[in-house]
C-alpha cells in the first residue's frame, strides 16, 4: 500500500513563508495525482491545492490563490506545498493525499491515501 508523511511544518509570524514536502513510498509515486487539504481545530478538512499525474496543470482554493503553489518531483517520490505571504487563518494541520486519477481532484473523497499531518501555526 501506499504511505505518505509530510514534513516542514512549524511556527512562523504573519507574511513569511514555510515549504511542506510530502514523501510517498509504497508505489510509483507517477501513477497518482496528488493533493493538500488542511483542518483547523472545530472546522471540517478543506480543500487547499491539487496537480495532475504528469504535474502540468494544477487547482488552489481561493483562499490560497496567488500566495500557495503545489508540485510534485516524481524522480524523488516527493510532492511539495510552497506557503507565501502567511496568515493567521492559514493555522491548521496540513495532510497531503494520493488519488488513483490522471487528473487533479478537489474532493477529499477522491483520495485513496493520506498522511498523518503537519502542523502549521502562523501568529500575528
Same mark, same amino acid.
Given at each position: 500500500q501506499? /504511505?505518505?508523511v509530510e514534513s516542514g511544518g512549524g511556527l512562523v509570524q504573519a507574511g513569511y513563508s514555510?515549504?511542506?514536502s510530502c514523501a510517498v513510498s509504497g508505489r510509483t509515486f507517477r501513477r497518482y495525482a496528488m493533493g493538500w487539504f488542511r483542518q483547523a481545530p472545530g472546522k471540517e478538512r478543506e480543500? =487547499?491545492?491539487a496537480i495532475d499525474l504528469s504535474g502540468g496543470r494544477a487547482n488552489y482554493a481561493d483562499? =490560497?490563490?496567488g500566495r500557495f503553489t503545489i508540485s510534485r518531483d516524481d524522480a524523488k517520490n516527493t510532492?511539495?506545498? /510552497?506557503?507565501n505571504s502567511l496568515?493567521?487563518?492559514?493555522?491548521a494541520v496540513y495532510y497531503c493525499a494520493a488519488a488513483v486519477s490522471v487528473t487533479a481532484r478537489t474532493w477529499a473523497t477522491?483520495?485513496?491515501?493520506?498522511? /498523518?499531518g503537519t502542523q502549521v501555526t502562523v501568529s500575528s
Open positions: 501506499v /504511505q505518505l514555510l515549504r511542506l480543500f =487547499v491545492a483562499s =490560497v490563490k510532492g511539495y506545498l /510552497q506557503m496568515e493567521p487563518e492559514d493555522t477522491e483520495y485513496s491515501y493520506w498522511g /498523518q
